[in-house]
């Protein structure tokens, strides 16, 4: 039973192999769905328990083979336990961000078909009862949370859609189902970010979705990992509606490696969170780690000289080793030595401050990360790898992963085998239980032969995304966008059959739409969307997001796009980070001030401009701003300008400022 390479195969296979007592899912809200303050478990069994009670609820109220069942959720445990229940009735899922206007669920749910909505919140389910007033046709909404006062009609709570389903039909048809689903059967429809007009419906596959699980999960590292069967604690923080983090954590974390999904409470309280959890995964975006890196760096800042020596001292003795992994050229024993010294007196106190100390394993995707960042956190310890990937591809089509060059697991000697075990040892094992590598001699000991040995041979180049994950191909087309194969590369996009047709080449190649290119060993690195490109008046090609992110690396700089299309010079709409500047300019009057007045105080200009500036020292003068317009508010999703996963929509800012923008070219 269970045996088809399927998602919902996949999750009762793991289910029952991990018995009863094994914890999967933990989060701050209890069994009714209303959030508290204390973390409440659910085991394997409790959570395939509840996908079989919902499951046949949902076949109780007509839900059939193909029919498409919207979920309209931020993440938490019943997002996967719904997800895993419409799988088994052999619906197709279509998620939804939590953050969606109600212009565009009303889209989403007309253009999907779907006629059951699964939604979090009493706010929500009154939301999507509104837009089935107003003609949407939806016949069934579905709440998480509980419901009191007057019930319309079709409305439920998720107890009732399972109690409900306890008594339509017993668990063992729905497990019939669950083995009827096949690869080729659609699983999902995941909606794209709508950047350019609206969002296209990405129809995935079981099959797609289960290749990218064994591709993300290929490496060395992580198959030791899975054969220890580890229950490394992931922190998911990342909405489970997008392929990123539904993959990593979901996917790959939880169902194929059997790991423990902790959800934090929110965005805003990540920070407490990860000192509550301790977490071992950390799957994350690039403003996640830029956050960490000029948290600590502030702080540095107000160290005594003294300290601050030692600080920078270590941050040296870190960087060398980053680096050394970079190139595959090991560590001298002295620097081996400084960076051991360098990890007991500063770096072990900078993660246990922040609640890293258990952390293993930090992955970063969805943009550029700067390549001071990463080499920042890995000198911690901290094994940060990027990734690249679409929608298009359920995510993953490049990993950064730390992994041998050109060197299979038939290569491995008996040495090396046991050389990779002690690598584990000490940096996975150990250290998700808290235990430094470089505290304790044995633990010491044998990362130092391992790293001697092998470990030096394990490759990240920061600054890139990786090589191409394997049963993949990719290469560069003549004007310099992305092309890809893969078995995890979509079939279609829903109801769209001329957009589908232009997303691939004539001889079957995916336009990625992003501009990137390859160094000697295979490494990718993305420059910008294809889309995105400027091109000046006198002719010159501007890829705007190097410039727009090494705006953004400068200390007081929180938000930039840069502006120049058909014009003669370029600009900037600059949106500071008001709470840098507020620390900055502690004790005056400024510093008090609102963002809007803060604006007006020369100082502040100053240092937002000095950030301008530098930049522009390292680029072509063609590249170079000319003006930038200083913003007091931030480009947001709830106002318009930013996508649900954070990518700037250029054409509604550009409509929205147009009054700025036009003032520079004045």
Request: hydrophobic content about 40%.
């Amino acid at each position: 039973m269970f045996e088809k390479d399927t998602l919902c195969g996949l999750f009762h296979r793991q289910a029952l192999h991990q018995g009863d007592d094994q914890r999967f899912l933990s989060s701050k809200f209890d069994r009714a769905g209303r959030l508290t303050g204390t973390y409440h478990d659910m085991t394997w069994k409790i959570v395939r328990e509840q996908v079989l009670d919902f499951g046949r609820g949902l076949v109780s109220l007509g839900v059939e083979k193909g029919d498409r069942v919207a979920l309209f959720s931020e993440s938490r445990p019943w997002w996967i336990v719904a997800d895993q229940a419409i799988q088994a009735a052999g619906a197709i899922g279509v998620p939804f961000y939590s953050t969606l206007t109600e212009t565009e669920l009303a889209f989403m749910i007309k253009d999907s078909g779907a006629r059951v909505l699964i939604v979090s919140t009493v706010d929500k389910a009154e939301l999507a009862l509104r837009l089935r007033q107003e003609g949407v046709p939806l016949s069934m909404v579905i709440v998480m949370e509980p419901w009191s006062g007057g019930r319309p009609d079709n409305l439920h709570t998720v107890p009732e859609i399972m109690e409900r389903g306890r008594r339509h039909m017993p668990a063992r048809e729905l497990e019939d189902m669950i083995d009827s689903v096949e690869p080729h059967d659609t699983a999902s429809i995941i909606y794209t970010s709508g950047t350019t007009g609206n969002p296209k419906g990405v129809v995935l596959t079981q099959g797609n979705w289960i290749a990218n699980v064994r591709q993300s999960s290929h490496s060395t590292l992580v198959r030791r990992q899975k054969e220890r069967n580890l229950h490394l604690v992931h922190l998911v923080h990342l909405p489970l509606c997008h392929v990123y983090g539904r993959t990593t954590d979901y996917h790959v974390g939880g169902l194929h490696l059997g790991g423990v999904l902790v959800f934090a409470e929110s965005y805003e309280t990540l920070a407490r969170d990860i000192r509550e959890i301790r977490p071992n995964v950390i799957i994350s975006i690039p403003r996640f780690f830029e956050k960490l890196y000029d948290t600590v760096q502030s702080r540095a800042e107000s160290l005594s000289p003294r300290a601050r020596a030692l600080f920078n001292w270590a941050v040296a003795a870190g960087t060398k080793y980053a680096e050394s992994m970079a190139t595959g050229k090991a560590l001298n024993q002295w620097d081996t030595l400084k960076l051991a010294v360098a990890d007991r007196l500063v770096f072990s106190k900078i993660r246990k401050n922040a609640g890293l100390d258990r952390l293993v394993l930090g992955v970063s995707g969805g943009g550029r990360l700067p390549e001071e960042v990463c080499n920042f956190i890995r000198s911690l310890g901290i094994q940060l790898n990027e990734g690249y990937g679409l929608t298009e591809t359920c995510a993953v089509l490049n990993f950064n992963e730390p992994e041998i060059i050109d060197l299979s697991d038939g290569d491995l000697t008996g040495r090396d085998n046991r050389m990779i075990e002690w690598l584990v040892d000490v940096m996975v094992e150990s250290q998700a239980r808290g235990l430094s590598p470089f505290a304790g001699p044995l633990r010491a000991l044998k990362l130092s032969i391992a790293y001697r040995h092998i470990g030096y041979r394990l490759r990240i180049k920061p600054g890139t995304v990786g090589r191409p994950v394997v049963d993949t191909e990719e290469k560069i087309a003549d004007d310099g966008e992305i092309l890809a194969k893969g078995p995890q590369v979509f079939s279609s996009y829903w109801n769209l059959p001329r957009e589908t047709r232009e997303s691939f080449t004539d001889d079957g190649w995916f336009r990625t739409g992003d501009i990137g290119g390859f160094d000697n060993e295979g490494f990718l690195s993305i420059t910008d969307r294809k889309k995105d490109i400027i091109v000046t008046a006198g002719g010159k090609n501007i890829a705007p997001r190097p410039v727009e992110e090494t705006l953004t690396a400068k200390r007081y700089i929180d938000q930039a796009m840069l502006v120049g299309d058909g014009r003669r010079y370029c600009t900037a709409l600059i949106v500071p980070d008001f709470e840098k500047l507020a620390l900055q300019m502690k004790g005056t009057d400024a510093g008090k001030a609102s963002p809007k007045d803060m604006l007006s105080n020369r100082m502040v200009l100053d240092l937002i401009r000095g950030g301008v500036d530098d930049v522009n020292r390292s680029l072509p003068r063609y590249e170079q701003i000319k003006y930038c317009s200083i913003l007091s508010e931030p480009f947001r999703i709830e106002t318009g300008e930013l996508t649900p996963s954070m990518k700037m929509k250029r054409r509604v800012i550009e409509k929205k400022f147009k009054r700025e923008i036009d003032a520079m070219y004045e």
